[in-house]
Each structure stands twice: as C-alpha cells, then as structure tokens.
C-alpha cells in the first residue's frame, strides 16, 4: 500500500526503525502526531510544512544511527517534496502522482512499480488536504 505524500516527507523504512531508533517503530510512532504520521508495512513517513524542521528532524535521527545521504544517494532516509519528488536518488523508494493529483511514495520491492499501489488506493487511507499553492522546496545537504 503507498503512503499519501504531504508538502516535504521524510519517509524512513519501518526495518531500519526496528532496527536503529530506540523503542523501534511503536516508540518511533508514540514520539509523531498522528497529524503528520503516516505509514503502511514498509515505510513510515513523517510530513513537514517547510525545510527548517526537515533539516532538525534529519539531525534528530542522525543521533540515532539513521543515514539521509552517502555517495548522493539516500540510505536509510528519504526525503520527498510534494511538487518535485525525492530530494536524492533512492533506490528503495518509488514515488508517482494520480489522476487527482495525489503523489504516493511506496517502498520498492519485488521489482513492482508504484503505479501497480496507486491506482486504486482507498480514500480512508489519503490523511489530509494538500496545498497546490506550496512552492517547491529543494534541501541542501
């Protein structure tokens, strides 16, 4: 199942939580909103409204072992903006826009595309409104 995308994402994938933030995924979760988290059987992801909290909330996870970037590709973080898409390549991570112009991000695995997930996501599954009038922001490593 692909996960609703929100103006800037941070999406982490829900084996490197277990794996890497204390508590695992269930503390990583208790320490979100529920307004900003979202997350399917693969990936979990975590929204923002601009590049100042994305850069904080990066150096937050940094603390826990997690990687954003390493040879100018995303490791264990991806970060995806609305209008543009991942901020870096990421081999884990698919992302595609709809008819409605709704843009989901899936994990990638089995070789399947992310169109194969969108295509037919129920709406109890989209959490919130999104905002066409929010610019494009591009982060700075």
């Known amino acids: 199942m692909p996960v609703m995308l929100e103006y800037i994402s941070v999406i982490i994938p829900r084996q490197v939580l277990e794996e890497k933030y204390l508590g695992g995924f269930r503390g990583f979760r208790s320490c979100c909103g529920e307004r900003v988290f979202c997350c399917d059987r693969y990936i979990a992801r975590v929204s923002f409204m601009g590049p100042h909290g994305v850069d904080w909330f990066i150096d937050e996870m940094s603390r826990f072992g ?21 901020c870096a390549p990421c081999d884990w991570l698919v992302d595609d826009v709809i008819a409605d112009e ?32 929010f610019g494009s922001i591009h982060l700075s490593m």
């Open 102 to 133: 709704c843009r989901f991000v899936a994990h990638q695995f089995a070789g399947w595309p992310c169109s194969l997930f969108c295509r037919g996501v129920a709406s109890d599954h989209l959490s919130a409104e999104l905002n066409p009038s």
């Open 66 to 86: 997690l990687v954003y970037i390493e040879d100018g590709k995303c490791v264990d973080i991806a970060v995806v903006d609305w209008f543009s898409g991942p």
